[in-house]
């Protein structure tokens, strides 16, 4: 017999319901330092503090706006306008979109760097702007403007 699911519980009364009040810290795992390096501290220009052992951190940038679980399906559609991810790219691992202050001159940038757009400077149909590419470490970043998290700034 199926066990019934159980009944939620308020989290105001329970204090061992998790809430998750912001986006502590994001990365990726590093295979290749030295192209790490150069797109994150040399290319976009993040000030970076070095530890032991090349672990790089900052926090000096402000924390993510947006957490979220992107089905492949739709990345795959926002980036080829196909469900399905093409099979000479690697499948990502995780996205991470950078607000830029202009994303028509970031992505030029990038170019000019020899990173290849798998989207360029396109306007999403929920208004966001966005250039897409692979890091070096296979995660489907992003160059952003995203006008509702820019509003009262």
């Given at each position: 017999?199926?066990?019934?699911?159980?009944?939620?519980?308020?989290?105001t009364?329970d204090?061992?319901?998790?809430?998750?009040?912001?986006?502590?810290g994001?990365?990726?795992?590093?295979?290749?330092?030295?192209?790490?390096?150069k797109?994150?501290a040399?290319?976009?220009d993040?000030p970076f503090?070095?530890?032991?052992?090349?672990?790089?951190?900052?926090?000096?940038?402000?924390?993510?706006?947006?957490?979220?679980l992107?089905?492949?399906?739709?990345?795959?559609?926002?980036?080829?306008?196909?469900?399905?991810?093409?099979?000479?790219?690697?499948?990502p691992?995780?996205?991470?979109?950078?607000?830029?202050?202009?994303?028509?001159?970031?992505?030029?940038?990038?170019?000019?760097?020899?990173?290849?757009?798998?989207?360029?400077?396109?306007?999403?149909?929920?208004g966001?702007?966005?250039?897409?590419?692979?890091s070096?470490?296979?995660?489907?970043?992003?160059l952003?403007?995203?006008?509702?998290?820019?509003?009262?700034k």
């Amino acid at each position: 017999m199926p066990k019934k699911p159980k009944a939620k519980k308020n989290p105001t009364e329970d204090t061992s319901v998790i809430k998750v009040l912001f986006i502590a810290g994001f990365g990726p795992i590093v295979r290749d330092a030295a192209a790490s390096r150069k797109l994150y501290a040399d290319d976009l220009d993040i000030p970076f503090k070095e530890e032991t052992g090349g672990y790089l951190h900052t926090e000096s940038l402000q924390g993510a706006r947006s957490f979220a679980l992107w089905p492949l399906s739709q990345a795959a559609q926002s980036c080829f306008g196909s469900a399905s991810w093409p099979g000479d790219i690697p499948v990502p691992q995780a996205w991470l979109e950078f607000e830029v202050d202009s994303v028509e001159r970031a992505t030029a940038a990038l170019e000019q760097r020899d990173y290849r757009m798998l989207v360029r400077n396109k306007k999403e149909p929920w208004g966001q702007t966005v250039s897409r590419f692979m890091s070096p470490e296979g995660l489907l970043a992003g160059l952003t403007f995203t006008p509702w998290m820019r509003e009262g700034k």
